[in-house]
């Protein structure tokens, strides 16, 4: 590929979404191929053992590292501000790779209560099994993460803004709690994508992604990416991720790539129709309230100006009518889909008290604000005046 005489780190986001991660190969593919092939040869023994012993670059086994699948971690890394990333099977992978990689026998979590709910899940099934405890707060009021530290507090894991109420957390606050007491702020930037927002610029150590959502925005993979600020944390992410095996796939990676792409001129679409969803669904005698962070309304609409550069794609709301008019909705729509999962090109509407959701005790979903009747709606890039009237049929119906 012709080579850049531009500063890369000073081109703007657009341009580092269409090449950073570029290709490495022999032939000058303009896009990194899919490097299909579980193992690499080495050209004798010694190589081998040198590649082994980190004394010569190259690749080894994929599990360890593959071409494609280091560029999207050099893509991703490069949009996060980090200085490497691990990519993961899923979103969860990427969880379970940084609670493995940071706590301790013993240690303790404080936690977004509205977090999804897998991954709180994770922490209250199986770490505590090893002795992990966790604390789940409303972070959105940061007095809430001080309260519930512990001596033996390692990592303070907010989700902002959260799925799926949308609740925004002070990522500076958050910060400086956690290190003044010696923890390690872990950020999950799913529902945000770098696009709109960038923990690691904020005092977050770890940013994490379910790529499944925007980054890749096609709903046709799963996978998940974590990136580090320093080089030490990034090597303790990476040797969890390579022992338990929940690497990425070179064809999954190429996906990825290929979809990150577009995640500015797909945010940029959705989050303008988003915004005249929710203030229309606002204006609808059947709706209680609107939760979408570009509305006034949202309980933390001034502090999310503070460290998001657009209120996304992502609406919640309650239907006057509870849980039965949300089933109705649900079953009257015709053009969102009725899935869960979120950020794709397609709309999507979910019910998250029965869906992604339901495991969580029906009093810690209240406590994290999910009540029964709340409706979660992921805008696409369809036409915003053909999402409105799906809607209003839905709701007249
Ligand atoms: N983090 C957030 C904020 C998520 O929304 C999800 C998945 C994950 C992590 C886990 O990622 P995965 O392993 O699925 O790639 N959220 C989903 C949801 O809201 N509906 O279906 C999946």
């Known amino acids: ?17 269409v090449h950073a991660g570029a290709p490495e190969d022999a032939y000058g593919s303009a896009v990194t191929p899919i490097y299909q092939t579980s193992t690499f040869s080495f050209n004798n023994a010694q190589e081998g053992a040198d590649r082994f012993a980190g004394k010569a670059e190259g690749y080894i086994y994929t599990r360890l590292g593959n071409p494609t699948i280091h560029a999207l971690e050099a893509c991703i890394a490069e949009l996060e501000q980090g200085v490497a990333g691990v990519a993961t ?19 303790h979590v404080v936690s977004t209560a509205s977090v999804y709910g897998p991954s709180r899940g994770l922490l209250d099934d199986h770490f505590a099994r090893f002795g992990v405890s966790a604390t789940f707060v409303d972070t959105s009021d940061a007095s ?41 702020l872990v950020v999950d930037n799913t529902f945000a994508s770098p696009y709109l927002q960038q923990p690691l610029l904020l005092g977050a150590d770890v940013v994490l992604h379910s790529v499944t959502k925007f980054i890749n925005g096609h709903a046709d993979i799963v996978g998940g990416i974590l990136v580090a600020k320093d080089p030490v944390l990034l090597k303790r992410l990476r040797s969890v991720m390579i022992a338990t095996g929940c690497n990425m796939d070179p064809h999954q990676a190429f996906l990825v790539h290929r979809g990150v792409k577009t995640l500015a001129l797909r ?29 006034p309304s949202h309980p933390q609409y001034e502090m999310a100006k503070k460290q998001m550069s657009g209120p996304g794609a992502m609406i919640a709301f309650e239907l006057k009518g509870g849980f039965a008019a949300g089933e109705k909705l649900m079953n009257r729509v015709e053009l969102a889909i009725l899935a869960v999962s979120l950020g794709g090109v397609e709309t999507l509407i979910e019910h998250p008290a029965s869906m992604t959701h339901a495991k969580m005790a029906p009093a810690e979903r209240l406590k994290a604000g999910i009540s029964e009747g709340l409706v979660r709606y992921s805008v696409g890039i369809e036409e915003p005046e053909d999402l409105i009237e799906d809607l209003r049929q839905a709701l007249e119906g």
Do not use: C
Not at 89 to 105: D, E, P
Not at 150 to 178: F, G
């Open 1 to 17: 590929m012709t080579k850049l005489t531009l500063d890369k780190q000073k081109t703007g986001f657009m341009t580092k979404l």
């Open 89 to 107: 099977s899923s979103g969860m992978g990427a969880v379970m790779t940084a609670y493995m990689a940071l706590l301790n026998q013993g240690a």
């Open 144 to 184: 809430n993460i001080e309260k519930a530290l512990r001596p033996e507090t390692r990592i303070v894991y907010i989700e902002t803004p959260s799925n799926p109420n949308m609740q925004v957390t002070d990522l500076r606050a958050a910060a400086a709690i956690a290190h003044a007491h010696g923890a390690l």
């Open 267 to 295: 945010m940029e679409r959705a989050q303008a129709s988003a915004m005249r969803i929710a203030t229309w669904l606002e204006a609808r005698p059947e709706i209680a309230w609107v939760r979408y962070i570009g509305l």
